[in-house]
């Protein structure tokens, strides 16, 4: 294949064919030995971490439906994990701060670049260059860092991935919060921080589906991800070996630039900048590129755009999409708790009594008791499709800080709440015939416990008169917002899942003064009466509030 050299003055010099060489201009330098074995290297572990290598992700584009989509669809698409992974855990554990597998890649690639070399040399037909090789490893490359920042830069540009914080976390003490949740939540009460953050990843990768600008989006991917992969280790973030991938991918791309952005800025030195490509002008590679180019910026920059804008104005993916009722929306103090008919005074140490209630915007009931719970250490990402699993509000958050989704049967004047934190079954005690269930494990144990409290819990947990009122939960959004995974996510039964649920009635005009009353989640008798309060918080509220409610 022939080859075309890129000159400042964009100037095409056809090479020849046979020789690799540029008929009139000086020849393609020769590459050292050392150069070609450190290529044969990189060249397998970019490709390994390039290339999704599970066959989960081929099903997933399979199973898409493309008339139904969410943006999590093609999102997902182009956020995955790749590289060798067969030994990484089990030789490396948990060290390593979760970058085993690219160890184990790196030394699959070292062990395939040293068969590699050897295989030449046994050929007697020594290489003395990779250029047409390395072409292609850089389209794999930046092809992958640009489809891969440009969805994460937009769930920042329409800011859903830090959303400005809930009434509950405004209402919890600064002590109480995680170095991660203090993070993300100084950026998002300014979105507009988020949204330039935003418009940096998207125009990186942008300019990384170019090869002309290949060199800027590596330095704009570079700087920003670089300054994320810092963030995560000093906040504990945890998302610092997916930041630390585009890094890497970054780096190799500006391989070729760095030598001569030293020798231009630091050098100070003439530099002749000169690139090599194939000539694919007669080859039917010249409209595989031009049509594989023009469904990429299609997906990427206008599917995946509007997937997104649909995402943040009616279901934002970290806060719940369903609207809480109206009448109840805000912050409240607790003027009586009653618990099985005994009043219970006001006092910040008392680890029963309900302090600080808020009705969010959605579906969401939280208060606090002076009794610690369970943290939960995520950041309310993922993939949660069901309210329920929406869990930005209590991610982060300690100090007895409780949040319950509930269901309205606005008819009735009834909530069905039930706990956003999701115990994990306990398993420390794994004797054999736990449980009286014929010898089997714990795990099988507690696995059949659960399904059993799981199926008590679906019996008596919510009437159907009362379901009738409520309405189907898939499709209390704008319907622009429906899709094909939204409805799959909420039609998969949960397995093992035990959630604390309990039932209220409440009672208001104008919500200014509402009285609960009903059983909590371990059976007690429950009467509450709350008084609206106003709260003059030193924030502005958001401009760019996610989500219709």
Known sequence: MAHVIDEPLLRETSVNHVSGQPSGLNPLPAWKPYQLILFRIAFIFFIAISIPNTGAWYQQLIELNWLKLNYRDLYDIARFGSGINFLGNSIFGSTLLG???????????????????????????????????????????????????????????????????????????????????????????????QVFAGVVEVAAGTLLFFRKTTTLGAILLLGALGDIVYVNFAYDGGVHVYSSYFVLLAALLLVNDIPKVWKLLVGEQDVTPVNYYPDLSGSWLKYARVGLKSLTLFLFLGVLFYLQLINFLYDPYKQPSVAGVKTLRGNYA?????????????????????????????????????????????????????????????????????????????????????????????????????????????????????????????????????????????????????????????AKAPVGEIRKRFIVKYETTDGSHVILTGEDENKNSLYVVLDRVEKPYALSPSQLQAGKY
């Open 334 to 490: 607790v003027t009586t708790f009653r618990l099985n008919g005994v009043t219970i005074p006001y006092s910040p140490l008392d680890s029963v009594r309900w302090q600080e209630v808020t009705f969010e915007n959605w579906s969401t009931l939280t208060f606090r008791v002076n009794k610690p719970h369970p943290l939960d250490l995520s950041n309310g990402g993922g993939d949660p499709q069901r309210d329920v699993n929406r869990t930005f509000e209590l991610t982060g958050l300690a100090g007895g800080q409780r949040a319950f989704h509930y269901y309205a049967d606005e008819v009735n004047k009834v909530l069905y709440l039930e706990d956003k934190f999701k115990p994990v079954p306990d398993r420390r005690n794994r004797t054999a015939g736990v449980g009286g269930d014929g010898g089997a494990s714990a795990d099988e144990a507690a696995e059949k416990a659960a399904a059993r409290e799981t199926a008590i819990q679906k019996q008596d947990w919510i009437p159907a008169a009362a379901r009738k009122n409520i309405g189907d939960e898939v499709y209390k959004i704008d319907p622009l917002a429906y899709s094909a995974r939204r409805t799959r996510e909420y």
């Open 99 to 193: 970058y085993a597998n690219w160890i184990t890649t790196l030394l699959v690639a070292t062990a395939g670049g040293l068969v590699w070399t050897a295989i030449v040399y046994l050929r007697r037909k020594p290489r003395t260059e990779y250029y047409n090789a390395w072409y292609w490893l850089r389209v794999v490359v930046r092809y992958r860092a640009g489809i891969g920042i440009i969805g994460f830069g937009f769930t920042k540009l329409l800011p859903v991935q830090m959303p400005y914080p809930s009434l509950g976390i405004l209402n919890t003490n600064f002590g109480d919060l995680t170095a991660q949740k203090i993070y993300w939540l100084s950026i998002g009460i300014v979105p507009w921080y």
